[in-house]
Nanobody, 115 residues
Framework: QVQLGESGGGLVQPGGSLRLSCAASGSIFSISTMGWYRQSPGAQRELVAVISSGGNTVYADSVKGRFTISRDNAKNTAYLQMNSLKPEDTAVYYC?????????WGQGTEVTVSS
């Protein structure tokens, strides 16, 4: 089993920045892809960004140029740097990690972008 713990969410004004962290614990050997997803009220959960164990990244079009995903394999932690935040970025952000054929989710961290 892999446990994922997100942190770093909060309230920020439009144009501001936040950095989310996702720390993996438990059976962390051979964790492969890690990613961030988000879900707004009444909407489906959507992909924000993913990063492979080798550092290859994929971003949703809506966040390209504003968000940056990274990972520190030594710390088993993934990060999401979010800049130029917009009200439409308001959502619960979830971390997801893959290990073998299994996928694991964190409990989520709430991000609210509002003036």
């Amino acid at each position: 089993q892999v446990q994922l713990g997100e942190s770093g969410g909060g309230l920020v004004q439009p144009g501001g920045s936040l950095r989310l962290s996702c720390a993996a614990s438990g059976s962390i050997f051979s964790i492969s892809t890690m990613g961030w997803y988000r879900q707004s009220p009444g909407a489906q959960r959507e992909l924000v960004a993913v990063i492979s164990s080798g550092g290859n990244t994929v971003y949703a079009d809506s966040v390209k140029g504003r968000f940056t995903i990274s990972r520190d394999n030594a710390k088993n932690t993934a990060y999401l740097q979010m800049n130029s935040l917009k009200p439409e970025d308001t959502a619960v952000y979830y971390c997801k990690a893959g290990r073998g054929s299994s996928w694991y989710w964190g409990q989520g961290t709430e991000v609210t972008v509002s003036s």
